[in-house]
């Protein structure tokens, strides 16, 4: 039977925020008192930055023992509108003091985005301590996209792929990076995605078909207006 979500906080867009943020500092905290560090593998898109900017004011978050990884990235240069990299500067990392050599952010721009995917695949460890998703219209996680070829993928940690959505190349973790994650977190937000989380939490499981569904056994904090349709999995 597939898994069920560890937990399903569902809030209103500004609760949310707060809701996701405090859930990652306790995720990290535990983490570096356990280990005496921790790695965070960032998501991309726009949800996450009301959270980004929450995390930035958590004065809980030992910052100096992180390590800040990415889920994915656009092929796009760091400065460019569309770049995750810069969403989470301009919402956490550059108001937050991890060292900058603990920032490794995805090279998506390089020309060989094959050898760019390889070399990041270097810096993934065995385990991400706290793995961020988001869920796009299509049920896509991360830039694993329905369908996709990347979806089958169990050894390599970070390929390239084509994404339908632009810009049309993406660097994305793989399948096995999401199972080896120690603590999961998917934020949802948008009255738009209710359909596909609906299908996500509650519907036959087939991350082919839905790849936000390697994640469904993480926390999940779905904004009010997302959450309108679920029923089973909130009884
Ligand atoms: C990306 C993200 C992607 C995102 C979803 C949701 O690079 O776009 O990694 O998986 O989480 O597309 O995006 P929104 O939060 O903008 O709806």
Wanted: proline share 9%.
């Amino acid at each position: 039977m597939p898994s069920q979500p560890e937990r399903i906080v569902i809030e209103s867009r500004a609760e949310l925020a707060a809701a996701a943020a405090s859930w990652i500092a306790a995720m990290l905290s535990d983490t570096i008192h356990q280990r005496g560090q921790a790695t965070i593998a960032l998501s991309g898109g726009s949800t996450p930055r009301a959270t980004y900017h929450e995390l930035a004011t958590r004065s809980d978050v030992l910052w100096s023992a992180l390590t800040v990884l990415f889920g994915d990235e656009r092929a796009v240069p760091p400065t460019d509108p569309a770049s995750n990299y810069r969403m989470a500067c301009e919402s956490l990392l550059d108001h937050v003091p991890v060292a900058r050599s603990h920032i490794h952010r995805m090279q998506a721009e390089r020309a060989d985005l094959d050898a760019a995917a390889r070399d990041y695949a270097r810096l993934v460890p065995d385990h991400i301590d706290v793995l961020l998703l988001g869920i796009g219209p299509d049920g896509h996680t991360a830039s694993l996209f329905p369908g996709a070829a990347a979806l089958d993928e169990r050894e390599r940690l970070v390929v390239p792929v084509q994404s339908p959505f632009p810009p049309p190349m993406r660097l994305t973790i793989t399948p096995p990076v999401i199972a080896a994650a120690r603590h999961v977190a998917v934020i949802v937000g948008g009255a738009d995605k209710a359909g596909v989380l609906v299908r996500a939490l509650e519907g036959p499981f087939d991350p082919h078909v839905l790849p936000v569904q390697l994640a469904r056994r993480g926390a999940w904090f779905v904004e009010r207006e997302a959450a309108a349709n679920l029923h089973r999995v909130l009884q």
